[in-house]
Every structure is written in structure tokens, then in C-alpha cells.
């Protein structure tokens, strides 16, 4: 009885208990990530999972260890043996532990993103070398234990300690601080040191395939392959009974996880995941048919972010058990689209485009589903736009008319030509105004029924959207016309007032408008936030409350009250919830609904809530249930990675990167420094990036920035690799950040590198530049100093030449007029000379003469006798003759005539002279009047001598001027 009491006050927490968090949701399904071999690339087997400091994701795959970034897959290292990985377990420092098929050892990564596996079994002795899968791997304190069946190996301090199995061990436990091993010989045995020690009464465990072991309050629960679950108080084991005894024992148990709130995930080999309470009552049962793609589960862990991995035989799922949004799914509808759901007499119903559907929705809510279905509600087969509970009847609106649903069908109210939805008159509980694809219908409760009364004249616009305000008024909104108020007559069969608003009247657009009816207030959804009508200019505004709350720049699509006076809203691609708070204020809540963002249908997007506080959401991948017991914590911090980094030029020249085999250094140290310095050649880089964040991975949008490039951070989008072209020389560090679907922003990743200049820009290349520079300035400079050397000497030479030119224009004229005066000298000095030569021809023609006269009376004198002729006086007629003779010498006359002669013969005198010293005054004298072409007559006289005596001299002349004998001594003399 005590035990039924606490089953049922648990269940009552359960369901109504909001502060009750971090619970798997029990309604509906968790959504759920698979990822097929064919994604991730490798076998299709998966054995062991784990997360590492930083959020990357290990997987132990038949291929090696695989790892997952978010975005890409990839195989990092495998054993030498190059056999499967088993099992897996990671320190604080991360590095990994690995345990293969006859191989175990230690996985690090090294500073250029390779992962290196070292194995261990070169330290044992060659005896205990064969073994065969190293099934679990754990860290104990500061030892690392890998265990076969055939052996147990502890390593510490790089030794390793061996507990052989004498027959074989079955299977190993880590719980808590303890480590429990199975056998079939001695059954459950607790390892203490590195002894293994039987427990209390341990035979109870042969035969019984332990495959999982938990602590409890009660003692250690044990989770058997066959025989369903048990619990061992220290001394006995007992059955521990469960809500799904018959489904685990047929189904085989194959791994085991404690959730949270004492919860416990059963994976199977047949039938999926398995998840109980602590009193063994059934949450969750997700195996194929609920979404998870292979039904062998062969391991679990749950992540930072509080999902869940889950390893299978083919594939690996990513349940999202954080998430307080879960699917409603039926195998049969799970392609439909949801365009209304209504929960009416304890069954859920759903309107979709192939009709209309219901299950049991206090059998599906209490975790019955085995054979709860949704089943067909025949009579209807097209778009179900809304079904709606008025009076005692569930009313379906269809593309062919109004149907009324009972039970597993529907029958025809009005066969119109499509009907949107239905809405009671204000203060006619009896009337239901109908809008249709073509105007109005009016439907009467009669007896309880409702009957078809007419078609209401006057309005035949399309009536998708209505509301009623408190005077009795229609609002009805057109999708691209604008918004219509109808007033009705009495008998509501016509229309007696129509006004018509859009953006004429206050509206951004006439585009896209909604009606809503909240706190009884009529609004309006528009394209830029909430409006309404204002009393005074019945124009439309913005409404101050919504204004404040929502803003005005996105499009109001949906707004919804609740019953606990909650507001939900659509607004742009957001879906939130409103709450009222005790001061009359509201506040916004998002970030639980971000997963619906582009689910909804476009343009109907529905919600529907109920009064035990179940929110439906209807979307193209069906029907979305949310909890708000369910607390998740939308603000874990995660991080950035850069995946891979490679060189465009030459081709796929990988830098950076975790896949295996793909870089060369697969040797070297975690402690190695990693620098990234690149030739000019290769400055075109690629970089992939990816976030550790899983949940919704596809909608993580990243931003980047090149520091040493870019001035700014990129803007953020969907983008996973970036490239850069053409990079000039420079350090740089690239730069990337996520954001999640909940706009937490991640912890950046940045790789540093550097690219070199080219040879032409290097140091030596410039100090090459600076010298030939140099050079080639000095030669310029040299160059300009001779060109302007010769530019100036030859303006000095153009000066000189036009001073010379200018004096030689003045020399010529100067010349000229020298020429002239030289013209008139040497006339007056030709007139001179002739009259000079006139007068020395005159003297020399008066000497002759007076020669001549004196030789005649030399002569006359000479022949007087001096002896016959006394009276002659002879003393006197001597002295005659001295005084003829000294005249004949005329040395007066000569000094006379030499001096003018002289002048007009350029001093032929002297320089005959100074030619020939030798000559004799009388050869002188001679020679003067040779060049002055006397003959040898005239010559005579003028020398007081004879003919004879001149022929004579001239002789002597001829032998002292050394004249040969065939130059005449008249034309030597001349030219001389």
C-alpha cells in the first residue's frame, strides 16, 4: 500500500509539478539526430563514446577512433594493429585511453591537430600478449584498468600490473569508485587493489549475463542481459520488478545509463532505448518506430549540453533529452503537415492535409503507446484547416465544407466550397458564423445540433481569419487586401456595413495582416509589430504593450492567449510565450522554441494550448508538443574549433587537420611548438570550422575575421569553410566564432601563421634594391652632374663661340674698318712710298748722275799728265780727287737712303744682315740695289766702282749668300 502510495504521488509530481526540472519528457518523443555510416563515412558499428574538455565528440568504430566536430566526421587514429576500437575513456588532461581487438594503449594530439596512438602492450612480458577485445577501459584514481575476458591490465607509473582469469571473465562494472568484474565461475567479484575479491553470497550471480551495474539507495541494481533487472542489498539479489519486465527480458539488455532525477536509459539489442523511473515505471520507449534508425544499442553518454549519445550496432543517434519540445509521432502520419489540433472528450485531434486524425491522449500521456495510434476519422480526406469545439460538438472546417466528427467519423453539416473556420455570434451561443473561400455561412444549434442555415449576402471575400469584438462587429483579415469590419442586420443574413482598412489607414502594409482578439481587445498582426484601432481617429497605431515587448520591425504572425494568461506569439521566424506577471508586466520567453523556427506552415501557423498547461504547435513535420516542467539551460558554453586548414596552392596542402594519415608528423610531441610560416607560393589558405555545439548543429551560424587583413569580424552565416586568396606578406591570425540556434555566442578558435615574402620583397632582396639603388642613383646622380658639366661648358662653349662670333663680327667689322683705315694708310702709305721711291729714284737717279759727273772728272783729271802740264796744280786736283772719292763713297747719302729704304723694304737691311753677317757694307749695298732691280750699269756708278768691279761682287755675294750656281741672285734677292 505504502508502495502504491508513492508510485502515485510521484506520478502526480510528474504532471503537475513545475519546479520538478532536468526531467526526459514522458509526452511524446525526444527529436532525435541519426547519423548513418553513409554520413560519418566508416563502419557502421559504434562501441564506446566520449566528449573530451573542449566538447569534441570520440567514437570507438570498428575503422579506428572516429570524431565529430559538429559539422564533419572524420577517423583520427587507430591502433597499430590496426584493429577495432572497443572501448574508450579520457583524463582531465584529454588524453584518451583506448582499448582495441589484442591491443590497448594511449591516444594525445599533437600541436598540428594529429591525434598519435601509442600502444601499451610493448610493456608486457610476451606471456600475456594474447588476448583478445579490450572491452572496457576506465580511470581509477591515477591508474588506467583495460579489461578482456582473458585479462585484467592495470597501468600506472608506464608499468602494467596482470590479473589473468583462470577460466574467463564475463564482464566488467565501474560503479562509482569501485570496480566489479562477473564470471561464471565465482560470479560477482569486487576489485580491491589488483586483487579481485568475491562479494557476499557472489554465486547468486552465475549464469545471470550482468551487463550493467547501478548504485541506489537501496544497493546495487543489476541490470541482466536476460532476466530483466535485480537488486542486490549486499547479501541477497532480488528481482527488481518493472513496467517493463517483458519488454526488456524478450529484448535482450545490452548497455545502461543513469539520467537525471534517478531516471535509467535500458539500451537493447531488438528494441532501441529503454528509459524507467526509480520505481521502474516506463517513460520512454524509443526504438525504431519512435525515430531512432537501428534498434541495437551498444553504449550512451550524455554531453555538456545534457542530450544524449547513443552508440547502435548501425549508426550513432543524438537524442535530445534536454529539450522540453518533443514530437507526437505515428508511424502512419509522420509525413503530414499539421494545420490544427484540438483536444476534445480525452482525445487528441489533429487536422492535416489528408483529414482528420485522433488518439487517446490520457493512455498516450500516462506512457501507454504500445497501442496508441492515431487513428482516421473517416468522412474527410482533403486540408482540415481548423476543428473547433462549440457547444457539444467538434466541428472540422474542409476544403469540401463543415463537417461534424464523432467518434471514427465525420459527417457533412454544409457541403460549400471550402470553409476556413467558425466562430460563435456574441451573445448567440445558438449562431455560428462560418468564413469561407467565397464569403460567409450561417450555421443554428438546433436540438443540439448545428444546421445550416444560409449563405450571408452582401461580403464574398475570402473569411480565413475572423474575430468578434464586444459590439457584436466581424473583423475579418485578407492576406494581401487589408482588414474588413461587417456589420451584420438583425437576422444575420446580409451585410448592412462594411468598412475597410489598410495601409491608407495606419498600416505599414496591406500586406500580411491578422486579427486577434486578446483580453478582448481586437488587434492586428502586421509586418512591422501589433497594431490596433485608436477610439478617437479610428486610425491604426502601434500598440503601446506589444510595441514594448515585440517591437516594430518584425511580422506578427500568431498571437494566442492562454488559460493561464499567457500570451504566445509568432513574430517573424520566432515563436514565444508571454507572461503575465504579478505587477502587470510581461515577460518574454524564446529560447524554448527557437527548434521551431521554419517548421510552421507559411501562413497557418497554429498553436493550441489546453487548461493542464499541454502546447501543441502544428508544423510540417508534425505535431510538437511542449512542457513547461521541463527546464533546459539554454546558456552552456561551448566552443569553436578550427577543423582543417590547407594550402589551395599545390593542391590540398593540409596544414592543419585531425584526420588520419593526412599529415606527416605522426611522431612527434604534445609539447611541440606549432608554427605555421609559409612561403610566398603558398599564401591562398582554406579553412574549414565547425562548432561544438550538436543540438540543431545545421543552424549554428559562424563569423570570422583575418586579423592582419580583414578590418572587422565577417557577418555571421551558415558558412563552415572560408578561403583567402592571394594573402601579401604578413603575420596573421584567423579568427572564428559561433553562434547557436539560442544566440549564445561560443569561445573563438584562432590559428596563427605567417606568410613570407617573396624572394623579390625578402630583406636581402631590399639590401640587394638598396645597393643596386644606390648605385643607380649615384650613376644618375653622376650621369645629371656630366650632363650638367657638358650643358655647362657647352654654354660656356656657346658663350665663348657667341663672344667669339660677336668678336669676330667685331674683329670683322672692326677688320673691316681696320681694312678700310689699312686701305687708306696703305694708300697714303703707297702714295708715301711712291713718292718716297719716287725721291730715293730721283736721289738714286741724281747720285748716278752726280756719280757719273764725278767719275768724268776723276776720269778728266786722271788724264791730265803731270808731268807735261806744269801748270797744273796737282796738290789740288788731288784734293779733288779725295773729294770726288769721298763723295763716291756716300756714306751720307747712303745712311740716308738706307733708312727710307729700309722702310719700304720691311728692314731688308738688318734682316739681310742678321741672315748673312759676312756681307760688307758695300755687298749691302749691292744687295739693296739689286732688290731694287737696278742692272749692274745702274749698280755701277752708284758703288763709284766699274762694271767689271759690280760682276766681281756680285761673285762674292753669290759665294757668301752660298747660292748655287743656277739661282739667280737678282730673284733671291728679291724674295728674301
Known sequence: MTKLKIKILFLLLLFISPIINSQIKKIGVPFIANYS????????????????????????????????????????????????????????????????????????????????????????????????????????????IFFSYERIFIYKNNTIKVINAKTSFDDFFEVGKEIYVTNNEKGLLKLKGNELIPVVNSQQFVGLQVRKI????????????????????????????????????????????????????????????????????LIQHIDKQMGLQNEYVTNFKIDAEGNLWVTLKGGISLIQISSPLSKIIDSSNSETKIYCSQIYQNKLYIGTDNGVFWLDWEAYKSGKRENV?????????????????????????????????????????????????????????????????????????????????????????????????????????????????????AVYDSVIDIQFYNDKNGFPSSL??????????????????????????????????????????????????????????????????????????????????????????????????????????????????????????????????????????????????????????????????????????????HFSFASLCFEDADATKYEYWLEGFEPTWSDYSLQTEKEYTNLPENEYVFHVRAKNMYDVVSEEAVFRFEVLPPWYRTFWAYLFYFVLYSVVIYLIVRYQKSVAERQRRQLIENQERELLRSRAELNEQKLTFEQQNMAIVRENLETTINLKNAKVASNTVNLIHLNEILLSIKELIGQIDKKNDPNVNFSLLTKINKLIDHELQGDKHWNEFEEIFNQLHDNFMQRLKSSYPELTPRDMRLCAYLRMNFNTKEIAPLLGISVRGVED????????????????????????
Not at 590497448?104 to 601509442?118: C, D, K
Not at 542486490?232 to 539520467?259: C, M, R, W
Not at 494566442?560 to 509568432?570: E, G, L, R, S, T
Open 37 to 144: 555510416p553513409k554520413t560519418y563515412k566508416a563502419a557502421s558499428e559504434n562501441w564506446d563514446v566520449l566528449q573530451d574538455s573542449k566538447g569534441m565528440m570520440f567514437f570507438a568504430n570498428h575503422f579506428g577512433i572516429m570524431q565529430f566536430d559538429g559539422v564533419r566526421w572524420a577517423i583520427v587514429t587507430q591502433p597499430e594493429n590496426r584493429s577495432m576500437v572497443r572501448s574508450m575513456t579520457i583524463d582531465k588532461s584529454d588524453k584518451m585511453y583506448v582499448g582495441a581487438q589484442g591491443d590497448f594503449g594511449f591516444v594525445i594530439q599533437l600541436p598540428n591537430g594529429q591525434y598519435q596512438y601509442t600502444s601499451l602492450v610493448k610493456l608486457l612480458p610476451k606471456s600475456a600478449r594474447n588476448f583478445g577485445d579490450v572491452l572496457h577501459t576506465v580511470i581509477r584514481n591515477n591508474e588506467v
Open 214 to 281: 547501478f548504485q541506489t539507495k537501496n544497493g546495487l541494481l543489476v541490470l541482466t542481459q536476460k532476466n530483466g533487472l535485480f537488486i542486490f542489498d549486499g547479501e541477497q539479489i532480488k528481482p527488481f520488478i518493472t513496467e517493463v519486465d517483458p519488454l526488456l527480458k524478450q529484448n535482450q539488455i545490452s548497455a545502461g545509463i543513469e539520467l537525471s532525477d534517478g531516471y535509467l536509459g535500458i539500451g537493447t539489442r531488438q528494441s532501441g532505448l529503454i528509459v524507467i523511473d526509480s520505481e521502474g515505471y
Open 373 to 489: 495510434t492515431f487513428q482516421y476519422v473517416s468522412g474527410m480526406s482533403e486540408n482540415v484547416w481548423n476543428i473547433g469545439v462549440f457547444g457539444n460538438s467538434l466541428l472540422a472546417f474542409e476544403k469540401n465544407g463543415i463537417f461534424e466528427i464523432s467518434r471514427n467519423s465525420a459527417k457533412a453539416l454544409a457541403k460549400i466550397d471550402g470553409a476556413w473556420q467558425g466562430i460563435l455570434i456574441p451573445n448567440h451561443p445558438d449562431l455560428l458564423l462560418v468564413g469561407g473561400y467565397t464569403g460567409l455561412y450561417l450555421l443554428k444549434q438546433i436540438n443540439g445540433s448545428w444546421v445550416f442555415q444560409h449563405r450571408i449576402k452582401g461580403f464574398e471575400e475570402s473569411s480565413r481569419i475572423m474575430e468578434t469584438d464586444k459590439q457584436g462587429n466581424i473583423w475579418i483579415a485578407h492576406g494581401y487586401k487589408g482588414i474588413y469590419k461587417l456589420k451584420f442586420n
Open 512 to 685: 500580411f495582416l491578422n486579427t486577434f482578439k486578446i483580453d478582448n481587445q481586437i488587434l492586428f498582426g502586421t509586418t512591422k509589430g501589433v497594431y490596433r484601432q485608436d477610439v478617437s481617429s479610428k486610425k491604426m497605431i502601434p500598440d503601446p504593450v506589444f510595441k514594448k515587448y515585440l517591437g516594430l520591425e518584425n511580422h506578427i504572425r500568431l498571437l494566442k492567449p492562454d488559460q493561464q494568461d499567457n500570451i504566445w506569439y509568432i513574430s517573424g521566424e520566432n515563436t514565444g510565450k508571454m507572461s503575465k506577471q504579478k505587477n502587470g508586466s510581461f515577460k518574454t520567453e524564446e529560447l524554448p522554441f527557437r527548434k521551431l523556427r521554419y517548421l510552421y506552415v507559411p501562413g497557418f501557423e497554429n498553436i493550441q494550448t489546453t487548461k493542464s498547461g499541454d502546447v501543441f504547435f502544428g508544423t510540417q513535420e508534425g505535431l510538437i508538443h511542449y512542457s513547461a516542467i521541463k527546464n533546459k539551460k539554454y546558456q552552456t558554453k561551448y566552443k569553436a574549433v578550427i577543423s582543417e586548414v590547407k594550402c589551395i596552392f599545390p593542391k590540398d596542402s593540409l596544414l592543419f587537420s585531425s584526420r588520419y594519415d593526412v599529415l606527416p608528423n605522426k611522431t612527434g610531441s604534445v609539447n611541440d611548438k606549432f608554427s605555421t610560416v609559409l612561403a610566398y607560393s603558398n599564401n591562398a589558405l
Open 953 to 976: 761682287t756680285r761673285y762674292r755675294i753669290r759665294k757668301k749668300l752660298q747660292l748655287p750656281s743656277d739661282t739667280n741672285i737678282t730673284e733671291f734677292i728679291l724674295n728674301f
